[in-house]
């Protein structure tokens, strides 16, 4: 397996754009999940989804971001409009069972200027 | 409520040394625990993890950790380091399968650098 996949790797956006940030979990994985990882605070959960369904979103900062999954080998997460304090390293990774070992993609880089 | 506390933010060794990452957790429940390394730009790969079984955990890269209840500790060891093993490591704790708060999280620590000295 290709392991989780992330798209693009890196994203340098202007103040107020709209931004997507892509994931293909790994086959056969039932849980999908997306963090955020900055020098100030860390990697912090943003979202989980457990059969494409969110199962907790309580770590979403804002309204502006928002996160799908149409179908199990798809997410997308959205930053609308996005801000300088969102520049960050956005992660997603996947799982067979929960608490199981996550397998983590190589990040999305995103700078907001 | 679930935490991890890893007691050095930095640490520095010799190639050739011992290295000792250390962590402490707090579950209420049995934990499922895990090590992390994450090298520079790079993405979180899983070096070992402990889910009830030997309390002496190996991992990849000649790591291991050894799951001590008493001290409710879950400490990174290797007996020689290598140049290629600087990077940041994070400590990990979810609840326990039986856990009624299962939420599926994981909770990180802060992490650690390791660097290592020629």
């Known amino acids: 397996d290709a392991g989780v996949i992330q798209s693009p790797r890196h994203e340098v956006t202007e103040m107020g754009q709209e931004v997507t940030l892509r994931c293909k979990p790994i086959s056969g994985h039932d849980y999908l999940f997306w963090y955020r990882q900055t020098m100030m605070r860390g990697l912090e959960l943003l979202i989980y989804f457990n059969n494409n369904v969110p199962i907790d979103d309580s770590g979403m900062p804002e309204d502006r971001f928002s996160a799908k999954m149409p179908n199990a080998s798809f997410s997308t997460l959205k930053i609308q409009p996005s801000e300088p304090r969102d520049s960050a390293v956005y992660f997603c990774a996947s799982s067979f069972v929960v608490q199981e070992t996550q397998y983590f993609g190589p990040g999305t880089r995103l700078l907001v200027l | 409520a679930q935490s991890v506390t890893q007691l050095d933010s930095h640490v520095s060794v010799s190639e050739g040394t011992p290295v000792l990452l250390r962590c402490n957790y707090s579950s209420s429940y049995s934990p499922s625990l895990f090590w992390y390394v994450q090298h520079p730009n790079k993405g979180l790969q899983l070096l070992l993890k402990?889910?009830?079984?030997?309390?002496l955990v190996k991992g990849i890269n000649g790591f291991e950790a050894e799951f001590k209840k008493s001290e409710t500790s879950f400490h990174l060891t290797k007996p020689s380091a290598h140049m290629s093993d600087a990077a940041e490591y994070f400590c990990v704790v979810s609840d326990g399968v039986l856990a009624r708060s299962n939420t599926g999280k994981l909770i990180f620590g802060q992490g650690t650098t390791l660097q290592v000295k020629p």
């Open positions: 402990y889910t009830s079984a030997a309390t």
